[in-house]
DNA sequence: ATTCTTAACTGGTTAGTACCACTAAATATA
DNA sequence: TATATTTAGTGGTACTAACCAGTTAAGAAT
């Protein structure tokens, strides 16, 4: 069992989803899928509440299942995960400055993010992401040592974070936390993203999983609150 | 079957992991919790599913379920769309301030976020939204009258908003777009959350769609920056 | 003592069945 | 005709039963 059924009958749905069908139209009951796919009830429903959660369709009792109005290629825009996609889509300039990158202890905060045991080190990655040469966001980012051995520094020079993760080790983030808050920047924050001190910004904490559920990545940012808007979509699921 | 069998699980689990557990530590494996709960393990799972995705457990195969590292008490409160059911389930008493309830001509911003026509006009609902009765979120939300009719404020006491909206009006609000940017608070906004002016705050645009597409709400709120945390999740498309 | 194997855990996947709750259209009733 | 009522279809909840796939520690073999 190489592959779970249900996910094979995620990708062929999101497939259709993606090439036959439109936003609002009807997908098969779960009944019907459970027929044409030869599948356990449960099984078909383990795939449709994926698609749910990630907002590729929207559910109704009583009534159905339905494709989602947002066409899926557009999602994950406005955030890190995709800082430098998303600004070169804006006609602008995004570049990244690579500052520090180290093999250290984590501290507890991190230890405890990344489900470390206790000797394990961590790659601490610092970096300023800019926006036509203007700094807008710094960020740390922690790598457990064990999952990435012999990561060196000039792996990453000029290269997405989560390709050289993916290329390089097979790791691939399928999904984040991020928990947002709003702060007030102290001095030495204030001086890298070259506000005023005492300027409000956002606090970003980023936890990325893999396919395993294990944490690969934590990411400590802040972000100018003048230039930086976080921009989100929430599906309703519940209610 | 009044509460699902599984969601009162989650209640008890998470008070349990508040009072009794630590971060880190190991929960009751899946065969125990169902001999306790006298359940079966899909039911057992539901609830452990939830809570993982709110973030308040992580699952390792092969090892066990484990108290996330993340106070539950400062997570998750910053989902605007289901603020109420989200802090109820956490043991705190979430409560909503209406305070003035109009209806009016819209202004250019609300006007273009609603897509309205020439001389359609707005009800404007002012909240105040209140977590164990200290003031954490004030927010302002725009209605279009055409799809509202004859909304009044008495329909709005002691209901959830979007419950009115769908058993009075039909309309479910599938999707929310929400930009989120750092702030700092003027005299009359730190008046009403009771903090000094000039604090940290979270300003949150938001935009709901139905199942057709259309706007049917518009929302501009601010949020107290030390007690406030919005918690998302993305996902990565690909795999 | 060290290494290897096994057994007993853990969560993950899948099948099958039954009934509940909500919706909408067909049907019966006034 | 207009209004209830029924009925069939939808997703939601719950149960039972297996087996798969990682993890860990006890035991066997060296």
Redesign the interface.
């Known amino acids: 069992m190489a592959t779970p059924l249900y996910k094979k009958i995620i990708l062929d749905l999101e497939n259709k989803i993606n090439n036959e069908m439109s936003?609002?139209e009807k997908l098969p009951s779960e009944r019907q899928l459970l027929d044409q796919y030869h599948v356990s009830r449960n099984t078909i429903r383990l795939a449709l509440r994926d698609l749910e959660?990630?907002?590729v369709v929207?559910r109704?009792h009583g009534k159905g299942t339905?494709v989602?109005?947002?066409s899926?290629?557009e999602?994950?825009l406005g955030?890190m995960?995709s800082f430098s996609n998303q600004i070169a889509i804006q006609g602008h300039k995004p570049s990244t400055q690579n500052r520090t990158f180290d093999l250290i202890a984590p501290s507890k905060e991190v230890k405890?993010?990344l489900?470390l045991l206790d000797n394990e080190r961590v790659y601490k990655l610092v970096r300023v992401r800019l926006i036509d040469n203007e700094p807008r966001l710094y960020s740390e980012t922690f790598l457990p040592e064990g999952l990435f051995p012999d990561l060196i520094m000039s792996d990453l020079n000029g290269k997405q974070l989560y390709d050289v993760l993916k290329s390089k080790y097979g790791q691939?983030?399928?999904?984040?936390?991020?928990?947002?808050?709003?702060?007030?920047l102290d001095k030495e924050e204030s001086n890298i993203l070259k506000v005023k001190s005492g300027s409000?910004?956002?606090k970003i904490y980023r936890r990325v999983i893999n396919?395993?559920?294990?944490t690969i990545e934590y990411t400590r940012a802040v972000?100018r609150?003048d230039k930086?808007?976080?921009?989100?979509?929430?599906?309703?699921n519940?209610?």
């Open positions: 936003p609002n959660e990630r907002g929207y109704l339905f989602s109005t947002v899926v290629n999602t994950n955030n995960y405890e993010q489900h691939i983030g399928v999904m984040a936390f991020e928990d947002i808050q709003a702060v007030t409000p910004a956002l396919d395993h559920n294990v972000a609150g930086f808007i976080y921009r989100t979509r929430q599906y309703n519940l209610v």
